[in-house]
């Protein structure tokens, strides 16, 4: 960690660079976190970006949105190479930090889908550079030339590269922009069985494929490896109801859509999100690793 002359700046600012930085601070975290998936490793890059964005002649920077993404996105390319490692060796399924989100993120369509949990997890399957190009060109309109000195490509390697990744995404993500009144219905429905034990409702909106995902790091009790199909689900979500049923629940808007929040003794215990496709629930998505529940304490500003 750095000294405090030379910190993360927070909101008040002081020279052209602090306020220059400020500035686009929660653009610059949103970028981060799209391209790792992680809160904590998009403040490290954050850390990283200031340091090197300190070291800049600030006045002969004619874009200085455009520098502080190329930066932004240089760090967090190394960090994604290092996070790679990191995952083969995860207990478990690996699920994205959950961040509980402000309402204007879910007003803002195509940021909200952009950090879903479910498009995160689509985004884990391209290559570090693909999910760069990606995320830049397509949730933050980033030009071919910038987006090509941001990954050390041409402008004509970047095109290729964005439209190979696109197609990638197009092919895997969910099939058109959810509503949050449709994730809402699904997560009522899943609480509902829980409080119940009557599962058959949740049957009902269960896709026969659906995959359930359990995230406890080794830290917390979840599943090992993806439970697959509507069947299985359902023997899971019983074989747990106890604990579930007693846990204090509360919807919240966590990356852009509505989650389900449970606590257990007051303290947060899983974050439940949904994958929802043509109306049924395709990806159930359970976080429960308690290093990754701190953001879902506050709210997390996100802008592109």
């Not at 941001?150 to 058109?176: D, E, L, M, T």
Request: charged share 25%; hydrophobic share 45%.
């Amino acid at each position: 960690m750095v000294g405090t002359s030379r910190s993360l700046p927070g909101d008040s600012g002081g020279d052209s660079a602090t306020e220059a930085f400020v500035a686009h601070r929660n653009l610059l975290f949103t970028v981060a976190y799209q391209m790792l998936g992680s809160a904590a490793d998009a403040e490290d890059v954050l850390q990283e970006t200031w340091l090197r964005w300190t070291g800049v002649e600030v006045a002969c920077v004619k874009d200085q949105r455009a520098y502080l993404v190329r930066i932004t996105t240089r760090q967090a390319l190394d960090r994604l190479r290092t996070l790679g490692r990191r995952k083969e060796s995860y207990v478990g399924p690996w699920l994205p930090e959950p961040l509980l989100t402000a309402p204007d993120v879910a007003e803002d369509v195509e940021l909200a889908d952009s950090v879903s949990m479910a498009m995160l997890l689509v985004l884990e399957t391209l290559t570090p550079t693909e999910r760069a190009v990606f995320v830049l060109r397509e949730v933050f309109d980033v030009g071919y030339e910038e987006i090509a000195r941001a990954v050390h490509k041409s402008p004509a390697a970047a095109r290729q590269i964005a439209y190979r990744a696109r197609a990638h995404v197009a092919a895997r993500r969910p099939r058109g922009i959810v509503s949050a009144a449709e994730t809402r219905d699904a997560l009522d429905a899943f609480q509902r069985a829980i409080d119940t034990g009557d599962l058959r409702n949740l049957l009902d909106i269960l896709a026969p494929d659906v995959v359930f995902l359990g995230d406890g790091g080794g830290i917390a009790q979840a599943t090992l490896s993806p439970i697959v199909g509507a069947g299985n689900v359902a023997r899971v979500l019983t074989a747990g109801l106890g604990r579930l049923a007693a846990a204090a629940k509360q919807l919240a808007q966590v990356n852009g859509y509505p989650a389900l929040i449970l606590r257990r003794d007051g303290e947060i215990d899983t974050v439940v999100a949904v994958r929802i496709d043509d109306g049924l629930i395709t990806g159930l998505y359970a976080v429960r690793n308690p290093e990754k529940l701190s953001r879902v304490r506050r709210e997390t500003a996100l802008s592109r």
